[in-house]
């Protein structure tokens, strides 16, 4: 092999090596932070896991919103209208937070059957319902 | 009438962009100059009546004109003016004609600076422009008409989603815009190019400075739509890696790359087909960006109301456009041939790295982005990918990007001497990682994290001021040895510098930041980070068109009043929608930031979200070093010069 050659062997071997680590790297990252989504029924039908972090979807129960006086802890329940679970939520809520809101919320399931809610998205459109949301209530419906 | 009359301008732009799409093409290949003359005026009429277009749109929306159904869903009569302008662009219909106007501004522009290009390469540019507008005109006449009418007109109309009623978000998608449609330029040079098969280092150069304006505008547009995700959604966030900021970021990255890739092409005569790809890449990526963000595919935290109806139309544009030039890539790339050989350890190298690394992360981010839409389509699992992915491979990813930043900026082309860079940068790397390691101890707790960030930010700006350094020492280090380094050298420098500011922003912020909820009655105290947050209670205010609770807090350290911050909670009247304003106190090494959460209990007490955030001004001071320097670089001489000297005869005078 000539010297020239040898560098450009060299090199390539070296750049795809790094390709290789980078992509190895970002797919081990990638399967680290999956997070799957269930609906309601789903988490009652023990589908979900204990203690991982998934996103679950729903609309909030009338009549169900309760907050501690003393502390930003509050509770309600998220429902696909065939199962219903119930969340806890410390902190501020976003805006359009209210009862009968298609929410998406992001947390864990305790041993209890509680979801420990980290953070609660609601749309910032009165007419949106998230996509998975509308999904799981029409699965649910039929 | 005149919305009439804007449709039907439409119409007429969409007949010349078919005209323009073909004849100039047609001509050139075939050698018929009075077809490739065409070039020029079509491109500037299309651009007219789009300019008519955009203008009826407007009209409608200042006088009100509610039997438009795209004015009624977005506007009001109690819409204060600035808000109605930025309405036109504030939804879907009105976003395309204004991507599209765009793509016609920026093709007037290409026939007005084209001087130093040879009359069928324009007309090649022009019509591969045209066509892309022939696509955009399409879909918005077929599925997306912003100038259907009502049978009925409202008395009122629905308003604008109080999110974009903000002048923030007024001017970011215009600069967004700008910016995507940018793209459209060195792609439409790359195919014309192809076309032509000439792919030398004439067609890098006349690239270049349209790629850096390009790129300034996407990086003010994504920096400008990170400060209102500030301030204006309440979270305190600067970026959520949400799909739609992705789907701007993807281009900046991959055009990013472009700019670097398409200095080797236009110096050293190599990366020749790379340098097509990305520019192919690039605006793939910016058409996917614009219709992720408006066919409603994505969920996302701040998805505006949209219609997946459209998804076919879009998916078939981007098949075409991408497919069609990937196909012409396959077909001639082979024959493009780089002669110029390089050494293993030259700027050519450090330039591919900084490729490789740019386009890894973003096939990472497309990955994020893109796979969880693509399981959902095939009914697989509805999953998500979280900030944690993002931030795990984009960290590690960048670091080393960080460190070459200095080093590529100043190694020779060709070949250059190891040691000679250690003998230039060695003292630079000592004091970068002694500062780095010793500047946190300021800080009231020592994070290893803070360290590396700021040991890089020191090390790209030592390494580039010792880069431009031994520019002026070359040149003899007088004062006008400071006028001979070209402009774009400057510029470049003074963008690395701002990538070095911005790192210190984001590091910072990230590392040392405290967010706190609390409930706040009125007269409570909370100290955070030696700032005293006094809650003072809260009362009603009538906005134009919304009514507002507004708190009163004021902020002391050490018994020094700091600041008085009135957050408010609004409710626009017509959309029944609230907002959350916070109150932000900035300044240069930190920010105060209080948003209202709502009313707890008796007694007026509310629950408020207090931030206080280190060093966040610097990520956007840093953005807006980054355009400068792409500023001072897009008007190097070089560009002019080529200009001047092709067009001998005629006596152009420009500094």
């Given amino acids: 092999m000539t010297p020239a050659r040898k560098k450009r062997l060299f090199f390539i071997i070296f750049l795809v090596t790094g390709i290789a680590v ?8 990638f399967n680290q932070n999956l997070m799957f989504y269930f609906s309601p029924s789903e988490v009652k039908q023990g589908k979900a896991p204990v203690n991982k972090l998934f996103r679950m979807g729903g609309m909030v129960v009338d009549g169900t919103f309760k907050r501690q006086d003393k502390s930003l802890k509050v509770f309600f329940d998220l429902t696909d209208y065939e199962d219903t679970v119930t969340v806890e939520y410390t902190g501020i809520l976003p805006d359009l937070f209210r009862e009968g809101q298609g929410i998406i919320s992001r947390g864990k399931l305790n041993a209890d059957g509680v ?9 910032h459109d009165e007419n949106y319902m998230p996509p998975e949301v509308a999904e799981s209530l029409k699965k649910a419906k039929k | 009438m005149i ?3 804007g449709h039907f301008a439409l119409i007429l732009a969409l007949v010349l962009a078919i005209v323009q799409s073909v004849l100039p093409l047609v001509g050139a290949s075939k050698g018929i100059s009075s077809w490739v003359a065409l070039a020029k005026p079509i491109a500037r009429i299309q651009l007219f009546f789009m300019l008519v277009a955009f203008a009826a749109l407007t009209h409608a929306f200042i006088v009100h004109d509610f039997s438009v159904l795209y004015v009624a869903s977005n506007s009001n009569t109690q819409l204060p003016l600035m808000f109605r302008i930025s309405a036109v662009w504030g939804a879907h219909e009105g976003s395309l004609l204004f991507w599209a106007l765009t793509l016609s501004l920026w093709t007037g522009a290409v026939t007005v600076f084209s001087k130093s290009i040879p009359k069928d390469m324009l007309a090649r540019v022009v019509s591969v422009l045209g066509m892309v507008s022939v696509g955009f005109l399409l879909f918005m006449l077929l599925t997306s008409n912003p100038f259907d009418r009502l049978a009925m007109a409202p008395a009122e109309g629905r308003d604008l989603n109080p999110l974009l009623q903000d002048f923030g978000l007024a001017i970011h998608p215009p600069m967004l815009y700008m910016g995507y449609v940018g793209f459209s330029v060195a792609f439409a040079f790359a195919i014309a190019a192809m076309l032509g098969g000439k792919l030398d280092a004439a067609w890098a150069r006349w690239s270049r400075p349209w790629t ?3 790129w300034i505008f996407l990086t003010l547009g994504i920096s400008l739509g990170s400060w209102w995700a500030y301030y204006e959604l309440g979270w305190g966030g600067w970026w959520f890696w949400d799909p739609v900021e992705n789907a701007s970021f993807l281009p900046w990255l991959v055009g990013t790359a472009l700019m670097h890739s398409l200095a080797v092409t236009e110096k050293r005569g190599t990366f020749k087909a790379w340098t097509v790809l990305l ?14 963000v408006r066919s409603g ?10 219609d997946p109806g459209r998804g076919v139309f879009i998916l078939i544009f981007l098949v075409i456009v991408i497919g069609g030039s990937l196909l012409l890539y396959a077909w001639r790339a082979p024959s493009i041939r780089s002669s110029v050989s390089f050494n293993l350890f030259s700027r050519e190298t450090a330039l591919l790295f900084n490729n490789v690394i740019l386009v ?6 497309l990955l994020g982005t893109l796979y969880p839409l693509l399981l959902d389509a095939l009914g697989v699992g509805k999953i998500s990918v979280g900030p944690p992915y993002f931030n795990s491979v984009f960290v590690p990813l960048t670091i080393p990007l960080a460190m070459l930043i200095g080093v590529g900026a100043m190694m020779r082309w060709k070949q250059d001497k190891p040691e000679r860079l250690l003998k230039a940068l060695g003292p630079s790397l000592v004091i970068s990682v002694v500062a780095g390691l010793l500047l946190p101890l300021i800080a009231d707790e020592y994070h290893f994290g803070a360290a590396i960030g700021l040991m890089l930010s020191i090390w790209i700006t030592l390494s580039t001021l010792q880069g431009l350094r031994l520019r002026l020492v070359n040149k003899g280090y007088s004062l006008e040895s400071l006028a001979t380094v070209p402009r774009s050298f400057y510029g470049m420098s003074i963008a690395h510098i701002g990538v070095a500011v911005f790192i210190v922003g984001i590091t910072l912020t990230t590392i040392y930041s405290e967010e706190k909820d609390v409930r706040m009655e009125p007269g409570e105290n909370f100290v955070m980070k030696g700032y005293n947050f006094e809650f003072k209670g809260a009362e009603s205010e009538q906005g134009p068109n919304y009514v507002a609770q507004t708190g009163h807090l004021t902020v002391s350290k050490d018994g020094q009043h700091i600041a008085s911050l009135n957050p408010e909670k609004r409710i626009y009247l017509v959309q029944k929608m609230p907002m959350t304003e916070a109150a932000i106190d900035a300044g240069f090494t930190r920010d105060l930031f209080v948003a209202l959460g709502e009313p707890r209990g008796e007694g007026g007490a509310w629950s408020v979200r207090l931030y206080v955030k280190p060093f966040i001004r610097w990520i956007w001071l840093g953005t807006i070093i980054m355009g400068i320097g792409g500023l001072l670089a897009a008007t190097d001489r070089r560009y002019r010069l080529a200009k001047k000297l092709k067009s001998s005869g005629k006596s152009e005078v420009s500094a």
Avoid: D, M, N, R
């Fill in chain 1, 22 to 29: 980078a992509a190895g790297f970002a797919l081990y990252a």
């Fill in chain 1, 115 to 123: 979801f420990i809610a980290e953070e609660v998205l609601a749309k």
């Fill in chain 2, 3 to 5: 919305p009439e009359l």
């Fill in chain 2, 212 to 214: 850096a304006v390009a």
């Fill in chain 2, 279 to 292: 520019a192919i890449f690039a605006f793939s990526l910016s058409l996917l960006g614009t219709f992720l």
């Fill in chain 2, 297 to 306: 595919v994505l969920t996302s935290v701040h998805a505006f109301a949209t």
């Fill in chain 2, 360 to 365: 890894v992360v973003a096939a990472s981010v």
